[in-house]
């Protein structure tokens, strides 16, 4: 029986499939998002801070998860191009109250090391391996960090495991819970949308339609 790869007709049929495929993916960007498909409604839905005129996007993420490690650079080109009425925060999946990573990015947040701190934990967990991607300890991620600028290591300990980090603890388990978190990277949009989406590149496409969406009903 003859192989079907040999048949010129078959190949160009492989060669349209393979066309179609790559088009696909912008095609769908010219569409209205779908309820159900490309976001969901969250019910009684807050922000995670007062908007104060601007329109809130929160990733949750984790450090350990490479998904968000990979979605760091589409986020990086997104932000750089932002308009300026739009708000980027992050938000650890604070979902257990021993996630020491969650504790560190509070508390990195609390000293001003956040914006400069934040790149090298994702490089330390997924390119030098310097951090386990889970169960990293308090004392190993406030050594960390006071290599990254905390002022001493101790110090950086005590707040990770301070009541105010607790709090801040709770705080984001509670936005990711009545979001309807469920995984890490999600974007959450001015308290009200849930991005969904089969790729990471999907999830910015998405969010800046529910942006202009929330600009257009001001």
Request: glycine residues 6%.
């Amino acid at each position: 029986m003859k192989s079907l790869s040999a048949s010129p007709w078959h190949r160009l049929l492989a060669v349209a499939a393979l066309a179609i495929s790559a088009w696909l993916p912008a095609a769908a960007r010219d569409h209205a998002p779908v309820e159900g498909l490309d976001y969901a409604v969250i019910a009684d839905g807050q922000p995670w801070q007062p908007l104060d005129g601007q329109i809130e996007v929160v990733e949750v993420f984790s450090y350990g998860c490479v998904h968000c490690f990979h979605f760091q650079t589409l986020v990086d080109a997104w932000r750089a191009q932002a308009p300026r009425d739009v708000r980027f925060t992050y938000l650890p999946a604070a979902f257990a109250a021993n996630d020491n990573f969650a504790r560190g990015f509070f508390a990195a947040q609390a000293q001003k090391l956040g914006e400069r701190s934040h790149h090298a934990v994702f490089s330390a967990v997924h390119e030098t391996s310097v951090l386990p991607r889970s169960g990293a300890s308090v004392d190993a991620i406030a050594a960390f960090y006071a290599q990254h600028g905390a002022r001493s290591k101790a110090r950086f300990a005590a707040a990770m495991t301070s009541p105010e980090t607790d709090e801040k603890l709770n705080a984001a388990r509670a936005f990711a819970m009545r979001s309807g978190v469920e995984g890490t990277p999600t974007l959450i949009i001015n308290g009200r949308y849930r991005v969904m989406g089969r790729r990471l590149e999907d999830l910015l496409t998405v969010a800046d339609q529910l942006i202009a969406r929330e600009r257009a009903a001001r």
